[in-house]
C-alpha cells in the first residue's frame, strides 16, 4: 500500500518527483527498477488457472503475465505521468504519433466526423488529409480557432482534435469555447498539448476529454528517447488501454525508466525554458535582421490573450521570418555554434530547423507556399543551455547575414 495517498495539494515539481505517494519497490530501491523482461512465469499450472479464475472475476492475485499486457516499470512511468497531468489514467505508447492515432483509431467512427485544425504537426495532418480517407472516416481541417471549429460541426462530428500551442506557428485556442462547443454537441475533444506540457497548460481542468504529449519533447527532456502517451478519465480510456494492450506499441522498460527519470526535473526544466522562451523571443522580435516571430508569450502575437489566460509560461520553440531568401537562412543556421540543426524540441540542446527544408520538402512548392512554408522561415526549440549564451550565439549567428 501507499505510504501517502494525494490527500495533499502538492506542487508540480513535487508531484513530478513523488507522484501521488510513496509506493513499494522492489529492494526498497529509490529509482524505479528497469523490469527488463517480456514475460513472466507461474510456479504451477494450478497457479495458471487460479490467475485466470480472478481475472474472469475482476479480481487481481497477481498483477503481470505478458509483456504487451504491462510491465511494472511501465505503469511506475504511467502512473507518475497521470499524477503530473491530474488524470485519472496514462496510456504510454512507443512515440508521440502513435499514441496520436491509436488515440484517434480508438474513438473514431465510420459514420462519424472529425474536426481537425489546419496548422498542427505534419506527420498529424498528414494521417488525418492522406490516411483517414482510405477508410472512408470523414474529416474536417479547420483554421485554429474555436469559431472556426463551431462552424465545422455536423451532426454526425464526434472529436475535435487539435493542439495547443499548434506546431509551428504556436497558435493557442480557446479550450474553455472549443470545450463548451463540443459538449453542446456531444463531441469528444482531444488536445495535443506537447507544446505547452502539463507544466504550462492544464487542459483536462478546462473540461478537455484526453490530452496527448509526444513524451519524446519535454517530459523525456534530454533528446534520448521516443514515446508518447494520453491521458484523460479512467473509464474514458478504458477502451484506449484495451488498444494498448492489442497493439502494444508500448516504449520499453528502458524507455520508460528514462522518461519517469526525466521527470525528476521536468519543473526544473520548464521553468527554465520558459524564462529562456521569453527572453529570446523578445530579443528576436526587437532585432533588425528579423521580419516577424511568433511566440504566444509575445502580445505581437495573434493569441497572446488567449496564451496568457490559460498558461503558466509559454515553452521555448520560437518560429520566426529571416529578412532574407534561402541563401541568407542558411547562412545563418551554419554560422550557430550552439544550436544542433535537426527536427524535435524540449530536450537539454537547443535545436533549429530550416521548417521547409527540414519538415516539408517533399510537399509541392505551391502547397509549401500556401501553408507558409518559406524558405525562411525558421523554428527554434531552445534546450538548456545559458540563455545568454543562447543569445550571444544567435546575435553572431545574424550579424553573419
Ligand atoms: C505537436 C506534436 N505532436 C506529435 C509529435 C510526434 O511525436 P513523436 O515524434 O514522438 O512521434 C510531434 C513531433 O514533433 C509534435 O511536435
Known amino acids: 500500500m501507499p505510504k501517502k495517498q494525494r490527500d495533499n495539494n502538492w506542487r508540480p515539481a513535487t508531484v513530478a518527483i513523488h507522484g501521488l505517494g510513496r509506493l513499494p519497490k522492489a529492494h526498497y ?32 492475485i497477481r498483477e503481470h503475465e505478458y509483456g504487451r499486457y504491462g510491465n511494472p516499470t511501465q505503469e511506475e512511468c504511467e502512473r507518475k505521468l497521470a499524477a503530473v497531468e491530474g488524470a485519472g489514467r496514462a496510456v504510454l505508447f512507443s512515440t508521440g504519433m502513435a499514441a496520436v492515432i491509436l488515440t484517434l483509431m480508438t474513438y473514431m467512427r465510420r459514420d462519424g466526423h472529425i474536426i481537425f485544425t489546419s496548422d498542427c504537426y505534419r506527420q498529424t495532418r498528414d494521417f488525418a488529409t492522406n490516411f483517414l480517407s482510405k477508410f472512408g472516416i470523414p474529416v474536417s481541417v479547420v483554421d ?30 480557446d479550450l474553455p469555447a472549443i470545450v463548451e462547443v463540443a459538449k453542446e454537441h456531444k463531441v469528444m475533444t482531444i488536445i495535443d498539448a506537447t507544446l505547452a506540457t502539463p507544466y504550462n497548460i492544464k487542459p483536462l481542468e478546462m473540461g478537455v476529454d484526453i490530452v496527448i504529449h509526444s513524451a519524446t519533447k519535454y517530459l523525456g527532456g534530454h533528446n534520448d528517447l521516443l514515446a508518447g502517451v494520453s491521458l484523460g478519465s479512467r473509464d474514458l480510456l478504458n477502451d484506449l488501454y484495451r488498444t494498448q ?52 508569450g509575445l502580445e505581437s502575437h495573434l493569441d497572446h490573450k488567449i496564451a496568457s489566460s490559460q498558461m503558466k ?16 537562412t542558411r547562412k545563418f543556421i551554419d554560422a550557430l555554434e550552439l544550436f544542433l540543426i535537426t527536427p524535435s524540441l524540449g530536450g537539454s540542446e537547443s535545436l533549429v530547423t ?41 546575435k553572431q549567428a545574424l550579424g553573419k547575414i
Open 354 to 394: 530550416q521548417m521547409s527544408t527540414m519538415s516539408f520538402f517533399d510537399y509541392p512548392e505551391e502547397y509549401r507556399g500556401e501553408i507558409g512554408m518559406v524558405d525562411n522561415l525558421v523554428r527554434l526549440a531552445l534546450g538548456l543551455e545559458d540563455e545568454d549564451d543562447l543569445i550571444a550565439d544567435l
Open 29 to 60: 530501491a529509490v529509482s524505479t527498477p528497469i523490469m527488463q523482461t517480456s514475460n513472466y512465469y507461474f510456479d504451477t499450472a494450478g497457479d495458471v488457472y487460479e490467475f485466470m479464475k480472478a481475472k474472469g472475476e475482476g479480481r487481481v
Open 313 to 328: 509560461g509559454f515553452g521555448s520553440v520560437i518560429t520566426f521570418l529571416l529578412k532574407g531568401g534561402d541563401s541568407e
Open 245 to 296: 494492450r492489442m497493439i502494444g506499441a508500448v516504449p520499453g522498460p528502458l524507455t520508460c525508466f528514462l522518461l519517469e527519470r526525466g521527470l525528476k526535473t521536468f519543473a526544473l526544466r520548464m521553468e527554465q525554458h520558459n524564462r529562456a522562451g521569453l527572453a529570446i523571443a523578445r530579443m528576436l522580435e526587437a532585432h533588425p535582421k528579423i521580419e516577424k516571430v511568433w511566440y504566444p
Open 144 to 173: 485554429p480557432d474555436a469559431r472556426s471549429i463551431d462552424n465545422a460541426i455536423r451532426p454526425e462530428t464526434n472529436i475535435i482534435f487539435t493542439e495547443s500551442p499548434t506546431n509551428p506557428y504556436l497558435r493557442c485556442l
